[in-house]
């Protein structure tokens, strides 16, 4: 009996050491996975680092290519349009404004009540008009009758507020958000119409809109009359709905944002967009814009559309991850910039890190099925991540499990998921504060200049900016931390709410041809 008992326990402990083995090793094993993705996620950090040293390179190199886009087309990645918007909404516009806000699947048709002086905006109206697939896909005559028939019809339900001055058209500003060779403030020249991407508009869980959502086709929109003048093919269309309306202003979404910006604030001199995609645009003297050919202006000022996206620079902080979306994309070698900085990529420099890691079994030994789909996590699931103050992070776990069907991750692994939002977000938004610098400095703003008492005010717009709080404290913090205490309390930051809309009607305001008659 002795033996026997010595023999089970000898086989016992036997069992009960190859177990223990079993578990040790197990556990080797998953802390080496554990071990090799944290080493991607440092990696990773390391590579998007933005220290004060590296964004103020970064804001050189912005100014430098500003100088070298102003004079001569072509010569910078910066595209540096003239915009032959010369004078801005003062304040003291009066009367009945519309404006078409056109850019995509839907477009908008807006008219506005001004008051003058100290009367502002009396009254507004708007209307939302989708596109049918077969106008998206026939001849641009068909599209702009379509058009002109909804604006027609929007026209002729005005309430007797709304009258225009009797003897005189209607006067509209016209938000085009494609690409055109703009000749004169009322004119351009189409370059092409096709879009690669449709922008949806989502709600986050709070139920504020989050305009992210990607689909990713290629859209051939509006097919036809490439090389002619928007306004002109715009204009025959109202009049064959016998529709008098004269456009008297044609602008994109960041020139309408400064526009409306200065309205309520005479200070804004810059806009810049933070949306699904990015750019800027600012005040510039006509005197500094060598390329400029004609007469100067009587303002002496002219608006630069800067097209701020296709930035490029050797001092931009790229990874390996970067590189890789942006050899994947529609458009490979372009808009670099806005490929770190803006909505439509935040979230798919993530997701791309993520899958690295997950090729590394830091969730099992199988990489997720739906975490291979590219654009699969949107920036607005990362924002919503990134701002998870739950004390187990649950808002990350129903996510992942929701949209990656990644089920039973640790409160460890999701901690480092929420780690990984904030280097994207962070990096992205201290590039923007760099590239804001960048204007600032072209502008002579990033200085005081004694006994000036300059105040500088950047309208800003777009659901990034509005929507992804982190984003938005990291981008103010570090511009505050770029200029500097005393240069500080001469900026500020508006956020300015629809310049595609409201922003072109004053600017068809500013432009009127009647304003020489009311002075």
């Not at 990645?77 to 009066?94: A, F, H, Q, R």
């Not at 009367?95 to 807006?110: E, H, I, P, Q, S």
């Not at 204009?235 to 016998?242: D, F, I, M, V, Y």
Request: hydrophobic share 40%; glycine share 10%; proline share 3%.
């Amino acid at each position: 009996m002795g033996k026997v008992t010595v023999c089970l326990a000898v086989v016992c402990g036997v069992a009960v050491g190859a177990a223990a083995a079993v578990v040790i090793h197990r556990k080797m094993k998953e802390s080496g996975k554990w071990v090799k993705a944290m080493e991607i996620v440092k990696e990773f950090e390391e590579s998007c680092r933005t220290p004060i040293s590296k964004l103020k390179q970064v804001a050189d190199a912005m100014t430098v290519e500003m100088h070298a886009g102003l004079a001569s087309e072509g010569g910078s990645k910066l595209k540096m349009l003239i915009t032959y918007v010369d004078s801005l909404p003062t304040g003291n516009e009066k009367g009945l404004f519309y404006a078409l806000d056109l850019g995509g699947t839907n477009f908008r048709v807006l008219r506005v009540l001004l008051g003058g002086k100290d009367g502002g905006i009396l009254k507004q109206q708007f209307k939302e008009v989708s596109i049918p697939p077969n106008k998206m896909t026939g001849s641009s005559a068909a599209l702009f009758d379509y058009i002109a028939a909804e604006l027609a019809k929007f026209v002729a339900q005005e309430e007797d507020d709304f009258k225009p001055t009797s003897g005189r058209p209607r006067e509209l500003g016209f938000t085009f958000s494609f690409p055109v060779m703009q000749t004169s403030i009322a004119s351009g020249t189409l370059l092409r119409w096709t879009k690669g991407f449709s922008i949806d508009e989502t709600v986050s869980d709070n139920g504020s809109p989050f305009v992210f959502m990607l689909i990713m086709h290629s859209v051939d929109l509006f097919i036809g009359r490439v090389g002619q003048d928007v306004v002109a093919e715009l204009t025959k269309a109202l009049e064959r709905q016998g529709l008098e309306m004269r456009v008297s202003a044609l602008v994109n979404d960041t020139v309408g944002t400064l526009a409306g910006g200065k309205y309520a604030n005479n200070d804004v001199v810059v806009s810049v967009i933070l949306g699904t995609g990015s750019n800027a645009a600012y005040v510039e003297r006509a005197q500094a814009i060598p390329k400029w050919h004609g007469l100067l202006p009587k303002s002496g000022e002219m608006v630069i559309n800067m097209e701020w996206g296709n930035f490029r620079s050797s001092h931009l902080p790229l990874t390996e991850y970067d590189q890789a979306l942006d050899a994947e994309s529609l458009n490979p070698g372009e808009q670099i910039y806005e490929k770190v900085i803006s909505g439509m990529y935040l979230g798919e420099i993530f997701r791309r890190v993520l899958c690295r890691m997950a090729e590394e079994a830091f969730f099992g030994d199988i990489v997720p099925p739906k975490l291979k789909e590219p654009f699969i996590l949107g920036t607005p699931v990362m924002s919503a991540m990134h701002h998870d103050t739950s004390p187990d992070l649950k808002v990350a776990a129903n996510n992942l499990k929701d949209i990656l069907e990644i089920s039973n991750t640790s409160l460890k692994m999701r901690k480092v998921i929420v780690q990984l939002c904030d280097i994207v977000a962070t990096r992205g938004a201290r590039l923007s504060a760099a590239g804001l610098l960048g204007i600032l400095k072209k502008m002579g703003r990033d200085t005081i200049k004694e006994g000036e008492k300059q105040k500088t005010v950047i309208a800003m717009d777009g659901g990034l900016y509005e929507h992804y709080e982190e984003y938005r404290n990291s981008l103010e913090n570090c511009l505050k931390e770029l200029l500097g205490e005393e240069v500080c309390k001469t900026i500020k930051i508006e956020h300015s709410n629809d310049g595609s809309g409201i922003g072109a009607a004053l600017l068809a305001a500013s432009h009127s041809q009647y304003l020489e008659d009311e002075s």
